[in-house]
């Protein structure tokens, strides 16, 4: 039975600008993944189906990372599991390298998971509480069966000790880390390979302020090190901002907007990602009090059946506050196509332009850090902020008062 979606196809990506000079790595057309449900009875029969990702695209460079953003629910961690095929896509195609995997199975799926790997959310659920951290991060070999030259226990002792874990704890099992140590093994397990992309599943949404930093750290580490390329899905704001060169907010299984990661924050122009920009809390007590929140009302809709049209006028104050009827009618009644409406910069919106109220400004995550050390939260040394941003140098001369 053929399901039709109201999905639209959209304009490829461009690639112009920066990343247009780095190899396309990734290809997402057309993403689709529907969950089936059946009624419950004596004779149950085919439902409505959950329209977990319901129609999106995106290119990935090689050392580049794409952020996604989006509420609970909205489609993100299917989205990143999908692509790597942990769960079937229901439509759309997966080109890697310029080849289309999304059917490949078997074998050939099997080597290609030597190229494209996962860190999960969960630091303590990912891993095998049975088994050592060796037998964990040696597990990629063992299953792709490969000996690396100086043998499986060297390279794993080795991962580890890349990663900032001792060599030594190669015989200890996960329940004798903490939650940042564990995160530091999925990676571990996630690198052993040497993939091209690494898909990180809110990998830090579990952790502490200064863990958080010291993975992100890493995880930058890494992808320099190895140039890899990143799909990288959060709720942080801020910390997306800091590790992405591009970014998708997500919103009930569809992407409303795409932008290089400065144009985005410094201009959104889809409403529900002006929202999202002016619910991040303010350091500062004076500012949050000043600011003006854009609030959305309602719950976020069922995946089993969302609005018509754009899927977003249900909670979008445009449409409540600014747009005529005329204007409100084409809002449910046409689902919006992503369009370019700058270089790098798509928009599934029929109606975009700037907030009407100013939209936080994030501080980026080196400020954030560097202003939680000073107030003595957390270590600078830890979060790689440099002392002297920190703890001035006392024999330097003063600022001149004014």
Not at 23 to 29: A, M
């Amino acid at each position: 039975m053929t399901t039709t979606t109201d999905h639209v196809t959209t304009t490829a990506p461009s690639t112009s600008g920066a990343s247009g000079d780095r190899e396309v790595i990734l290809r997402v057309g057309g993403l689709v993944k529907h969950f089936p449900r059946r009624t419950k009875g004596i004779l149950p029969r085919a439902d409505d189906p959950v329209k977990a990702v319901d129609g999106i695209d995106f290119v990935l460079h090689r050392g580049e990372t794409l952020g996604i953003v989006g509420e609970s629910g909205c489609g993100k961690s299917t989205a990143g599991r999908t692509v790597l095929q942990l769960i079937k896509p229901t439509a759309g195609t997966i080109e890697y390298l310029g080849k289309d995997v999304t059917g490949v199975h078997g074998r050939q799926w099997r080597r290609l998971r030597t190229e494209m790997q996962m860190v999960f959310q969960d630091p303590y659920g990912s891993l095998n509480p049975r088994q050592t951290i060796g037998s964990i991060v040696g597990a990629p070999f063992a299953i792709q069966g490969i000996k690396p030259p100086g043998g499986v226990k060297a390279e794993v002792q080795s991962l580890l000790e890349r990663v900032g874990l001792n060599p030594e704890h190669y015989n200890r099992y996960p329940h004798e880390f903490s939650g940042g140590q564990r995160q530091r093994i999925g990676v571990a397990r996630a690198l052993a390979l040497r993939p091209s992309v690494i898909v990180c599943d809110e990998p830090v949404s579990a952790l502490d302020v200064s863990i958080q930093a010291q993975v992100v750290n890493l995880l930058e580490d890494i992808q320099n090190e190895f140039n890899l390329s990143y799909v990288f899905i959060a709720h942080d704001l801020s910390v997306v901002r800091h590790i992405s060169d591009r970014v998708a907010v997500m919103y009930l299984g569809k992407f409303m907007e795409t932008a290089d990661r400065d144009e985005l924050y410094a201009n959104p122009l889809h409403p529900y990602t002006q929202a999202l920009l002016s619910a991040v809390p303010l350091p500062d007590p004076r500012k949050e009090g000043k600011r003006r929140r854009i609030l959305l009302t309602g719950d976020l809709p069922s995946p089993i059946n969302p609005p018509s049209g754009c899927v977003f006028h249900t909670r979008c104050p445009k449409f409540r506050e600014e747009l005529s009827d005329a204007d409100k009618q084409r809002c449910i009644g046409e689902v919006p196509q992503q369009r370019e409406v700058a270089p790098m910069h798509q928009v599934a919106c029929h109606f975009p332009g700037p907030a009407t109220v100013d939209v936080v400004k994030l501080e980026s995550v080196e400020d954030m850090f560097a202003r939680a050390a000073a107030e003595g939260a957390v270590n600078a040394e830890d979060v790689g902020v440099p002392a002297a941003s920190v703890h001035p140098d006392p024999t330097a001369a003063p600022e001149p008062q004014t």
